[in-house]
């Protein structure tokens, strides 16, 4: 590098034709172009993104950074080692948890990280999984007590440093460098590795691993080294921590860099410098944030904490692929996003206010606010994205609803009247209380309608005094938020609150002949808080639908419902034309043109009082957007370039993993078609998208599954997808402006119960079953005729059984008849006798003639021949009665058990004397002597013990 550099300083005429013409000629080309494009309002700056610590859940500082091939992020932070895909962050702590020092993405994509004793690698040793890995050995290395805090790569050859030592990684194996002094961070400045001694000057480390002192470098000795960047073939720019920039030359060696922004870096001690692809500087510094000037130094942005940085203490910086700003602060991480096609005032303390106006008038930009109206020149090299730069104008303390250029004036509407805007004083013209809209006379163009709190004022312009107040419009008195002239010459007026309302003027405009209000019989759904949308000349209303006035009908139409396509009810439709268009689909802000969506956005409009100003002239055509903190800036002439950008943040799988219930899991190819085994049923999709600008706003569907599209949540990262049912699926994913998307297709094959081996052995077993039916219902069938038949012969024995059991009964019954009957007969017979026998002794004399007679009647009521005819049919009705007693009451006599036969018949005391030829007294003792024998308790009734025995 040193040779060259003498070799090309040999000649001192092209030397001086480049450093004192070729540079001011660049000078001048490069500053007309910053003008155009970076400088059209010099208060303005790149959007900022912010991660803090919580974000990405690891402690404040934030040493070095870097992007892998795939698009990620690469933060070197003092937990360990930071990986952001755009959707999540997520956190690799090394092995002893030291801090991580430095980060450096290899040209083979390997991640190397550094710190205290430690070189290691971001390895996936499984798919989906990741750990840090010591690719060295400490003792062997000399890395003992070292600590890794740089890194910067040559061809194939990557040199990690310490203060003390270099290491070179070849990708297989390390070597350690010793340099001749202890050193500061090498540089690659065109290829070549510049590093600081210590105390001490330049230092060149060359192929063949020597050191070369660079001449005239001495000067840097009581300076310490920040960075050494490119600046001309025969410059580079070296910037100090305390004594600001300096540029370098081995034929002139050091002299100031005479750049108006170097006064402000000695000050903020820089710390950090890169040179960006479009040929930019960035500077961090430690107390002052970052400053990015063009090529030749002019301040472009100065981004600090007042301007939209977590931190003003820059640690790191890094470019992506994208061309934006990557910072690592003292408390957290940055992207400054250089690549937006908006550029942005943000009023983070809030003494502008809530922005709802603006106008641009001779080079003065004008805003707006609820503080008031302030101005600010739209070139202005002194003043950079600072509060100091818009001023208030006098007298315009308080809300503002509506500024309008118009013949050469500035007209304010305001919540205390109308004022007339020149320069940074205000006059106001009229006391009328809150001025919220304006509308030009169309038959008259020296005439101005202004909408009020209390109905509708005229304006009048002449050429001496210029815009006056003319009156109040009589004949109409409502309240008027917006009013608009259709092309009809009729005025158009919506209430705040409710309320849309035609109106015809006369033609000195300061009377409302006649006015007509408009509501669901016209075809409104709801005439409450209304809004006009700008949308060429036609009468566009916003309610619950977009409604399009029909003049012939005299009645609103629903768009949605005529046309659909973008007037979607979802959207909101802000300001537009068929060519070029805005609106706002639920919190994000988009651009599109024709019918197509060209970019997202980050613009937060102020709700209800959206407003976007469109200057046409300037610069190509301009669209500033009043936001709630500020506003900011859209050119026209940046829609070709937007049109023409790649599609380069596609939405990858980063890991795709299948688990069982019991959280069992394996890492899936991220290809797709994987088949997977039924109780591998839960599935989770982490995803990355490398598009840092804004959040992700991603959506996804599983086919066959869900019908509708549904939002994953911001900064989740993570599709989860449980108990899901055997069959194919496809997961689609894409981006919620569907310029990006990607699908997975995957396969639940059914259990093992469901397989095609388990299906016919199904079918088997159901023939089987079938045949074993077959066989068991023959059984049946046969056991059934077979009980059938013995059922049969059972109901003919017990139909037998019936019958002779009825027969039976029929001869029992007839037996006992025949036994009652009989002892009756025996009974009367007797009584008849006993009677016959006491009349004979009552007539007869006492002769021995007579008592034969008596004898003979006696042996007739004793004789035993019917008590064995009675016994005999008794036994045959009662069988086994007289057994039964005699075993249970075996000192019963003859003459007890007829008395007993006599009982079982239920006959009487009365009854059963003639049968036993003895008196009813006697039968009575018989009884008793009976009862006693058997031992009858006295509550127990003889006759019924006899009937029941």
């Known amino acids: 590098m040193t040779d060259e550099i003498m070799k090309q300083c040999k000649t001192f005429w092209p030397c001086i034709f480049q450093t004192y013409i070729c540079v001011p000629l660049v000078w001048l080309v490069s500053t007309g172009w910053i003008i155009g494009q970076e400088s059209l309002f010099s208060f303005l700056s790149p959007p900022v993104r912010n991660f803090t610590p919580e974000n990405y859940q690891a402690q404040y500082q934030n040493w070095n950074i870097a992007q892998s091939d795939q698009g990620w992020i690469y933060v070197a932070n003092n937990s360990g080692l930071l990986e952001f895909d755009g959707m999540k962050w997520q956190l690799y702590p090394l092995p002893q948890r030291q801090p991580a020092r430095t980060v450096h993405i290899g040209p083979d994509g390997r991640v190397l990280v550094g710190g205290f004793e430690f070189i290691g690698e971001l390895e996936s040793p499984d ?28 061809e194939k050859v990557t040199y990690l440093q310490s203060f003390s030592m270099i290491y070179e990684w070849s990708g297989s194996s390390i070597q350690s460098i010793l340099p001749p002094t202890n050193l500061m961070f090498i540089q690659d400045v065109n290829g070549s590795l510049i590093f600081q001694a210590i105390d001490g000057g330049l230092y060149e480390l060359t192929r063949d691993k020597s050191f070369v002192a660079l001449p005239r470098s001495e000067g840097l000795s009581d300076k310490t080294v920040a960075f050494i960047l490119p600046w001309t073939d025969l410059q580079w720019l070296i910037g100090t921590n305390s004594h600001g920039a300096f540029l370098y030359s081995a034929k002139d060696g050091l002299s100031n860099w005479d750049s108006p922004v170097n006064r402000a870096l000695k000050s903020s001690q820089l ?25 030749l130094g002019g301040l472009l942005y100065h981004l600090n904490k007042d301007s939209g940085l977590q931190n003003n203490t820059v640690l790191s910086m890094m470019e992506d692929s994208d061309q934006n700003l990557w910072v690592g602060l003292d408390k957290g991480v940055d992207m400054i996003a250089l690549s937006s096609p908006l550029r942005y005032f943000s009023d983070l303390s809030g003494q502008i206010g809530t922005v709802y106006t603006a106008a641009i008038h001779k080079d003065v930009l004008y805003i707006g606010s609820n503080q008031g109206v302030f101005y600010a020149p739209i070139q202005s090299a002194n003043l950079r994205h600072t509060i100091n730069a818009f001023k208030l104008v006098e007298g315009t303390q308080g809300q503002v609803w509506r500024l309008l250029k118009i013949k050469g004036e500035l007209l304010c509407g305001h919540n205390n009247g109308t004022y007339k805007i020149e320069g940074h004083k205000s006059q106001r013209i009229s006391d009328i209380k809150g001025g919220w809209d304006f509308s030009e ?33 009589n004949g109409f008195s409502e309240a008027v938020k917006q009013v608009k002239l259709d092309s009809n010459r009729q005025f158009w007026a919506i209430h705040p609150q409710r309320g849309l309302f035609k109106l015809k003027l006369n033609k000195a405009c300061d009377q409302v002949l006649e006015w007509k209000t408009y509501g669901e019989d016209q075809g409104l759904n709801s005439d409450y808080q209304l809004a006009f949308i700008h949308w060429n000349d036609d009468i566009i209303v916003k309610s619950d639908c977009y409604y399009r006035y029909d003049e012939k009908r005299d009645r609103f139409m629903c768009i949605s419902k005529e046309e659909g396509g973008k007037w979607d009810n979802s959207s909101s439709w802000i300001f537009g034309s068929d060519s070029l268009w805005f609106y706002r689909d639920n919190i994000d802000f988009w651009l599109g043109q024709g019918d197509q969506m060209i970019r997202q956005f980050d613009v937060r409009l102020v709700p209800k009082y959206e407003n976007i100003i469109e200057e046409p002239t300037l610069n190509g055509g301009v669209f500033l957007f009043c936001q709630v903190n500020g506003f900011s800036v859209f050119r026209r002439s940046m829609l070709n370039s937007l049109k023409k950008q790649d599609h380069t943040h596609p939405i990858t799988f980063k890991s795709v993993r299948a688990y069982s219930r019991d959280g069992h899991g394996i890492y899936l190819n991220l290809n797709g078609y994987p088949e997977l085994k039924s109780n591998m049923n839960n599935l989770n999709f982490e995803l990355a998208q490398a598009l840092f600008t804004r959040p992700p706003n991603i959506e996804y569907r599983l086919e066959n ?24 699926y496809t997961l689609h994913v894409r981006s919620s402006d569907q310029l990006y998307a990607l699908s997975y297709a995957f396969t639940i094959l059914n259990p093992w119960y469901l397989s095609k081996w388990a299906v016919v052995l199904y079918a088997l077993l159901f023939i089987l079953m ?46 006992s008849r025949e036994l009652a009957h009989s002892a009756m007969t025996i009974v009367r017979k007797n009584e008849v006798l006993y009677e016959l026998k006491n009349n004979l002794k009552s007539l007869l004399k006492k002769d021995d003639k007579s008592k034969d007679i008596i004898r003979m009647l006696d042996e007739h009521l004793e004789s035993e021949q019917d008590w064995e005819s009675f016994v005999e049919v008794f036994n045959n009705v009662h069988d086994d009665f007289f057994k039964k007693l005699q075993v249970r009451f075996g000192k019963l006599t003859p003459g007890d058990l007829k008395l007993a036969a006599y009982l079982r018949l239920n006959l009487s005391t009365k009854e059963i004397a003639p049968l036993l030829n003895i008196s009813v007294r006697g039968v009575e003792n018989k009884r008793y002597r009976l009862r006693k024998k058997m031992n009858l308790p006295d509550d127990v009734n003889l006759t019924e013990f006899m009937i029941n025995f």
């Open 271 to 295: 710390n950090k410098g890169l040179r960006l692809s479009t040929g930019y500087y960035t500077f961090g510094t430690i107390s002052d944030g970052v400053y990015v000037t063009d090529s």
């Open 705 to 728: 599954l869900h019908e509708d599209w549904l939002p994953l949540p911001v900064s989740s990262g993570t599709i989860s997808l449980q108990n899901l049912k055997s069959g194919e």
């Open 127 to 154: 798919i989906g999984q990741k750990a840090l890995v010591n690719i060295v050995n400490e003792e062997a290395s000399g890395l003992t007590k070292e600590e890794i805090w740089h890194a910067v790569q040559r």
């Open 770 to 815: 079938i045949y074993m039916l077959y066989r068991y219902l023959d059984y049946r069938i046969r056991k059934e005729r077979e009980a059938f038949e013995k059922r049969r012969k059972e109901e003919a024995r017990l139909l037998k059984e019936r019958e002779s059991r009825r027969q039976l009964e029929r001869e029992i019954e007839l037996k």
């Open 441 to 473: 006379v169309q038959w008259d163009d020296n005439k101005l309608i202004q909408s009020v709190y209390s109905g509708l004022v005229r304006y009048d312009f002449t050429p001496d005094k210029g815009w006056q107040l003319g009156g109040r419009i």
